[in-house]
């Protein structure tokens, strides 16, 4: 008993699990509630990819049921289909999806270090009054936004320009409260004031002292909104209404809508909506899995306070 | 003096800590003021955007709810009448009442499953459970679009599943997303498309517990679920209530879902289901953007009023508490 807490205290976590007592029947209770919550989890997702390889026929009444391969393989056509359909318009929309979360995404992580690392670093008037609006923004809902924000660019003449979704996702009220929650504990100011006694001026100090120890928050935050504009719907759907310009959220409901109305043209789109949906979503899990080190630290930031 | 501050930060940390506060107290005289300018700079660019995208749209919301456009009248200042209108108006009120009693019944099963998935995986290191990690958070890097269309497909009466199921018995499958399925069948998309988010939220939280307080809980005879209860949940009560004040948020702000489930719901989801739903319609399909923008900051209103209460709540009672 003892020998396990001594254990306990070099290797806490893995110490704990090691423990013995009663914990048998437990276990494999929660393995099997685990294993539950994976198949309701990744359920949909394997009906999309097992859907991806039928053709039209197949989708509607193939040989293995909805949950397993039809004997008829046709990935391949699916995707020679998808990517020639209407002058490959669907290339564009993902195009247009990468455009818009990239440069979104990118400007907002970037909007919210700084605003984060002032709020944190700083002490100037009007500072608490000022997060005290951003907080309460944080309770603003972001959709009720979208037809205000869409009438204001009507008057600019800026609906339907690569703009009108760019510029509104560039909003992260969230992302600076989570940077400014991890700068005040991960940049010490004594580490700041040497900096300055060094003579670095308040700029390098940030780029050079401060920016290296934020990287898990600036990657959680860019993931964050990255992906927040990559799924976006809404936005895109109000102020877009030219189909080149359309993020793949807002093209395959479109194919939806005109699949559900038999609106075709002659192309099964019922194939073509599924085999997109895949192909969408595959950018973001390979994000997601390749930066996994970075965002599960990070997002438990906000949880902090 | 650099050397004297490296020096300083290898040192007992208290006594760095008052030093090198009073230091800074005799600095700042010289350099408090601009010190000050600079954490605005740094603020601006933010700011803008933050003016520009929320306060403008709002105030500008704002401004138009006080007109109504009329065919024969034009456009003439009408005061707070579209909101007389908003809140008198069935279609308005019952897409209210749909997303309030959603986020009910909705939110704690979210929760449950959520927090139940931290708290198994907090419990375990074994393959499954890093395997489900995954497995339940990758649906967030799935778009609600994308999301609602696959759950449309499995509810589907000629894709789903659920018709091989009916098949055999000769019979007609349900319609999971029409009639009075709908809000459950809803319900499932979202607790599936948003529990992983939360799950990771409340793990990563559980992550930061000192495990030593487990171990004095065990020597004092505690259960695994008993520690579950006692300790865990309250030590996480943080991160429970951003999750909660999130779901809140995001469920009475309801639009994508539904709106790409309409065409199959045989009806059951009217063009003003949720507010935002009707706003949109009133505003793309009805030109009505004076009565939208009513209705949208209406429902901007309805949500940070239920988000501010439950923040008052949850601090009152953390207060009791302490």
Redesign the interface.
């Known amino acids: 008993m003892s020998s396990t807490?001594t254990k306990?205290d070099a290797t806490?976590?893995?110490g704990?699990?090691r423990?013995p007592?009663?914990?048998n029947g437990?276990?494999v209770g929660?393995?099997i509630?685990?294993?539950i919550?994976?198949v309701?989890?990744?359920?949909?997702?394997w009906?999309?990819i097992v859907?991806s390889t039928k053709d039209a026929h197949g989708?509607?009444s193939g040989t293995g049921?909805?949950?397993w391969f039809d004997k008829n393989f046709n990935l391949i056509g699916n995707l020679q289909t998808l990517f020639s359909y209407s002058g490959g318009i669907y290339l564009r929309w993902l195009g247009n999806s990468a455009l818009y979360a990239l440069s979104g995404g990118i400007g907002a992580t970037?909007?919210?270090v700084?605003?984060g690392?002032?709020?944190a670093?700083?002490?100037?008037?009007g500072?608490s009054l000022?997060f005290a609006v951003?907080l309460?923004?944080v309770?603003?809902?972001?959709?009720?936004?979208?037809?205000?924000?869409?009438?204001?660019l009507a008057q600019l003449q800026l609906t339907d320009t690569i703009w009108a979704v760019i510029?509104?996702s560039?909003?992260s009220?969230f992302g600076?409260y989570l940077m400014r929650v991890y700068i005040t504990d991960a940049v010490p100011?004594?580490?700041l004031?040497?900096a300055r006694?060094?003579g670095a001026g308040?700029l390098r100090t940030?780029l050079q002292v401060s920016l290296p120890l934020l990287r898990p928050a600036v990657v959680t935050v860019l993931l964050l909104s990255v992906?927040g504009t990559?799924?976006n719907?809404?936005l895109p759907?109000?102020v877009l209404s030219n189909s080149n310009l359309f993020p793949?959220?807002?093209g395959?409901?479109q194919w939806?809508?005109l699949a559900?109305?038999n609106n075709g043209s002659g192309t099964s789109l019922?194939s073509l909506?599924?085999v997109g949906?895949l192909v969408?979503?595959i950018p973001?899990?390979i994000?997601?899995?390749s930066l996994?080190k970075y965002w599960?630290?990070g997002?438990?930031l906000?949880?902090?306070? | 003096m650099t050397t004297l501050d490296q020096s300083d930060s290898l040192a007992a940390a208290p006594e760095r800590d008052l030093r090198a506060r009073s230091s800074r107290r005799g600095r700042k005289r010289s350099r408090g003021a601009d010190r000050g300018a600079v954490g605005w700079l740094f603020i601006a660019p933010f700011g803008v955007v933050f003016a520009v995208f929320l306060l403008v749209p709002l105030g500008y919301a704002f401004y138009l709810s006080l007109y109504t456009k009329g065919l024969a009248t034009g456009t003439v200042f009408t005061g707070l009448d579209n909101y007389v209108k908003a809140f008198t108006d069935p279609s308005f009120l019952s897409g209210v009442w749909f997303v309030v009693r959603f986020s009910v019944v909705m939110i704690p099963v979210q929760m449950g499953i959520s927090l139940i998935a931290a708290l198994l995986l907090d419990a375990m290191t074994t393959r499954l459970a890093r395997f489900s990690r995954l497995a339940i958070f990758l649906p967030y890097a799935v778009p609600a679009v994308i999301g609602a269309l696959m759950w449309g497909f499995l509810y589907s009466r000629n894709f789903g599943p659920l018709q091989d199921l009916f098949t055999l018995f000769n019979a007609q499958a349900p319609n999971l997303i029409g009639g009075s399925n709908v809000f459950g069948g809803l319900m499932n998309v979202v607790t599936w498309q948003w529990a992983g988010y939360y799950m990771i939220i409340l793990y990563a939280a559980l992550q930061g517990i000192d495990p030593s307080l487990y171990e004095a809980a065990r020597i004092d005879g505690a259960k695994s679920w008993q520690i579950a209860v006692r300790i865990k949940i309250p030590m996480i009560a943080g991160a429970i209530n951003l999750v909660l004040i999130f779901a809140l948020i995001g469920t009475l702000q309801f639009f994508t879902e539904p709106q790409i489930l309409q065409p199959i719901s045989d009806g059951a989801i009217t063009s003003t289901f949720t507010p935002n739903i009707y706003a949109f319609n009133l505003a793309f399909s009805y030109s009505q953007f004076n009565y939208a923008s009513a209705i949208s900051f209406a429902l901007g209103i309805v949500v940070f009023i239920g988000a501010y209460i439950f923040l008052f709540v949850t601090r009152q009672r953390e207060a009791r508490q302490s």
């Not at chain 1, 309701?40 to 997702?45: A, D, G």
């Not at chain 1, 670093?121 to 008037?125: C, G, H, L, S």
């Not at chain 1, 309770?139 to 204001?152: D, G």
Request: aromatic share 12%; glycine share 8%; charged share 15%.
């Open positions: 807490i306990n806490p976590r893995l704990r699990e423990h007592r009663g914990r437990g276990r929660g393995q509630v685990l294993a919550l994976c309701y989890f990744l359920l949909p997702l009906w999309l859907a989708l509607f049921g909805a949950l970037v909007l919210a700084l605003a690392y002032g709020f670093k700083y002490r100037f008037r500072r000022a951003l309460g923004s309770m603003v809902p972001m959709t009720a936004l979208v037809i205000p924000t869409f009438m204001m510029l509104p560039l909003l009220p600076v100011d004594e580490l004031d040497a006694v060094d308040e940030f992906v990559w799924n719907y809404f759907l109000a793949v959220t807002v395959l409901a939806q809508g559900t109305s019922w909506i599924v949906s969408s979503i973001l899990i994000a997601f899995l996994q599960r630290g997002l438990s906000g949880a902090l306070k």
